[in-house]
């Protein structure tokens, strides 16, 4: 498996919670941490979270990122505007000496 | 803070070679591994390469490996993609990012590369 399975989209009104997915195998998200980045239109992505519960310094605590087998999810707290974004898992895949990227997600504030 | 530039993006024919350049400070460049991401047009990220802390492992991605070289030199804080035998599908806004976390917590804001006849 060379990508990571991430729904395309995703929505939610100002104060909701958001869940994002992705699936991966055993010899990614199985067996290797997972991480979460933002990335604004026109911009380069952002790191927000691991699976191993990371935070870059300034990224709020909005952003969970748990893992469960060979899934993870992003949780997205109290929705907000700033949140319209693309997003994107990652983990290293031990088969493919690689990191593979999710398909991303694209989140609309309603 | 840390900053990460790249530089030496430009458009070039299919089969030719392109160099592009990482620059990066605020940090201790030579401890931490170095990535390079790509995002074609509309497209989402995929992985190009990493080098070690030290140079000394190298792994690619299978769309790249045997075209693309990663290299770093530390007395410069600087990292390289060489790209030979460049192909349309070569396309893409190539990001330099450092490893650290499990992932990439410092990204560049990308050189552009087009491959077109």
């Known amino acids: 498996q060379s990508v990571l399975t991430q729904p395309p989209s995703a929505s939610g009104t100002p104060g909701q919670n958001v869940t994002i997915s992705c699936s991966g195998a055993?010899?990614?998200?199985?067996?290797?941490?997972v991480t979460w980045y933002r990335q604004l239109p026109g911009t380069a992505p952002e790191l927000l979270i691991t699976?191993?519960?990371l935070r870059p310094s300034g990224v709020p605590d909005r952003y969970s990122g748990p893992k469960s087998g060979t899934s993870a999810s992003l949780v997205i707290s109290g929705l907000q505007s700033e949140d319209e974004a693309d997003y994107y898992c990652?983990?290293?895949?031990?088969?493919?000496?690689?990191?593979?990227f999710g398909t991303g997600t694209k989140v609309t504030v309603l | 803070q840390v900053q990460l530039v790249e530089s030496g993006g430009g458009v070039v024919q299919p089969g030719r070679s392109l160099r592009l350049s990482c620059v990066g400070s605020?940090?201790?460049?030579?401890?931490?591994?170095m990535h390079w991401v790509r995002q074609a047009p509309g497209k989402g990220l995929q992985w190009v390469a990493i080098?070690?802390?030290?140079?000394?492992?190298?792994y690619y991605a299978d769309s790249v490996k045997g075209r693309f070289s990663i290299s770093r030199d530390d007395s410069k804080n600087s990292m390289y993609l060489q790209m030979n035998s460049l192909e349309p599908d070569d396309t893409a806004l190539y990001y330099c990012?450092?490893?650290?976390?499990?992932?990439?917590?410092?990204w560049g804001q990308g050189a552009a590369v087009a491959v077109s006849s």
């Open positions: 990012a450092r490893g650290n976390l499990g992932g990439f917590d410092y």
């Open positions: 605020g940090f201790t460049f030579s401890t931490y591994a």
């Open positions: 080098i070690s802390y030290d140079g000394s492992k190298k």
């Open positions: 055993t010899s990614n998200i199985g067996r290797n941490t």
């Open positions: 699976s191993t519960n």
């Open positions: 990652a983990a290293w895949d031990d088969s493919l000496n690689g990191y593979i």
